[in-house]
């Protein structure tokens, strides 16, 4: 039984990644320098020792892997289902420079 959520922008499937996860071990909202003064607002999920991230302003030159503050809390709610469920994901992601962005996030 899946629950997919479908957060996509439009992305090049080139450079796209799609993959089944185990459960997600950590599941972290950060607020780095607050969003009134400029700070970056993502979320970042850790499964075994690989991070991803849902961010509304990716790193510098990553700009096309933004998604909006509402899919970001989307996917929150969605990793933190599933870690709490002990259910693995279904993560679609983008790599830029050293970063995995999601782009599209469910519950397997």
Known sequence: MGL???LASMVSTASA??????????????NS??????????IQIQVGTKYYYAAS??????GSRAVSMDSVKQ?????????????RL???YLDCGNQSYIYALGIQ
């Open 75 to 87: 996917m929150q709610a969605v990793a933190v289902a599933a870690m709490l469920a002990g259910k």
């Open 17 to 30: 990644a799609s993959l089944v996860t185990p459960t997600p071990n950590l599941v972290i909202y950060i």
């Open 33 to 42: 320098g607050g969003a009134l003064i400029g700070g970056i607002q993502y």
């Open 4 to 6: 997919g959520l479908a």
């Open 90 to 92: 279904n993560v679609s």
């Open 57 to 62: 302003t990716p790193a510098t030159g990553c």
